[in-house]
């Protein structure tokens, strides 16, 4: 009897310490050079309303390219802008990253998918090679430090992604990504779509 429960307690053991290392894999990253790097997170889909812009104008804020151009919000009135917030090192960024890709080539006039990188500055060096990995074909970009402060003010949690329509309004704010985000984001897109740059 004894030898069965010591077995039984041993397999307990071994599944309490799977899991451990299963969470604190998808939890770790070296922050140690930006302490301020968002922590990895994957809730179930949810939707919060765009942070207040206490007077701020999210016009001129924008992200730098690879090649040091800077872009800003306001260039993209007219077009449906997604901007995605994610690192290289974030399972669940990973697992958004396909589903961006398809939106990028199913639309290509009509939408922009912009992925900024908020993975600390050892991340930034592995961009390339994370872009070639998932074949990403939309515009990656580093984003100002008051649009990150502006967006991400009541969540640090990546992926988050944020939808705006033809105007510069947001449609939809995604933070995480499940089973069901894709389907939700295609429907905000196409709803998008319908708005008017007016």
């Known amino acids: 009897m004894s030898n069965a429960i010591s ?11 799977l899991v451990l290392t299963i ?10 050079s930006n302490s301020n790097a968002p922590v990895v997170s994957n809730p179930p889909p949810t939707a919060l309303p765009m942070p207040p812009l206490n007077g701020k104008s999210i016009e001129k804020m924008g992200w730098v390219l690879a090649d040091g151009k800077h872009n ?7 077009k449906v802008l997604i901007l995605d917030f994610y690192a290289t090192w974030c399972g669940p960024c990973r697992d958004s990253i396909p589903h961006l890709v398809a939106l990028q080539s199913r639309h290509q006039d009509d939408v922009r998918v912009i992925g900024l ?6 991340d930034l060096e592995r961009v390339p090679a994370f872009a ?10 580093q984003p100002d430090d008051d649009l990150v402060e502006l967006l991400l003010s009541d969540s640090q949690a990546i992926p ?16 995480g990504f499940g089973y069901n985000t894709g389907m939700e984001m295609d429907q905000v897109v196409e ?8």
């Open 117 to 122: 990188n908020v993975g600390g500055e050892d």
């Open 160 to 175: 988050q992604t944020f939808v705006f329509d033809r105007r510069g309004m947001l449609a939809k704010r995604f933070i």
């Open 7 to 17: 077995f039984w307690r041993l397999i307990l053991l071994t599944l309490v310490v």
């Open 191 to 198: 709803s998008a779509l319908q708005s008017s740059a007016d």
């Open 72 to 78: 800003s919000f306001g260039e993209f009135k007219g």
């Open 23 to 32: 969470v604190c894999a998808c939890n770790s990253n070296d922050t140690s």
């Open 132 to 141: 070639h990995k998932f074949n990403i074909q939309y515009v990656l970009g």
